[in-house]
């Protein structure tokens, strides 16, 4: 799209990234097992199914078969947000205890709307520990509000604050953690903190604060 430099995704043609690590690099936290599974097949599934969901739309629209609307509208939904919060997933884990420390930008915003770290880390535990079924705890930046949040996902698409830009998110579905902490999700996600690569919380959130375009030409509301 030359006028606007944007590289779009071609219709159907999303693709699954590769992970950043080996398979077993998350080990003891993550087995190796449980971390081909979730994005060999897992992830993979959501992206198959969001190119279908978009060619599946596109032939709607030819055909102007909108008797299926409402099914395409939540495969769009379900895949697509399955796909982009899976994507960021991979990215903001790596080997235990070698995340660093949070960064200026993330200290200072958390520190700011949370009042204090260990208040954001106790909020964040308890919000994903108490998902109901399948879900994400995720922090975002909001561009409207200009302030952090923490949300809670069902499924990928339920429960959110629109804007929100998600930039810390742990997957709490029972594929993320079941072959090694069976029912104890608290289990995981306390393991899960060790894994946080705040380096790249860190770049995501600065990306999220010069967010531009007409959000400049409005102040927080
Ligand atoms: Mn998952």
Redesign the pocket.
Known sequence: MQILNLTPVPLGQHTLPALPYAYDALEPVIDEKTLTI?HDK??KKYVDDLNQAEINAQKMRDGKAYDVINLIERQLAFNGS?HIL?SI?WTIMTCPDNGGNPGNITNALITSYFKSFDGFKEQFINAASQVMGSGWCILGYNPFFKHLEILQAEKHENLTQWGIIPVLVC?V?E??YYLKYQNNRADYINAWWRLINWEEVERRLIYAVQTKGFLEMIPAY
Request: proline residues 0%; glycine residues 10%; without cysteine.
């Open positions: 979730h897992h992830h399955g899976h997933y997957d579905w594929h993320a």
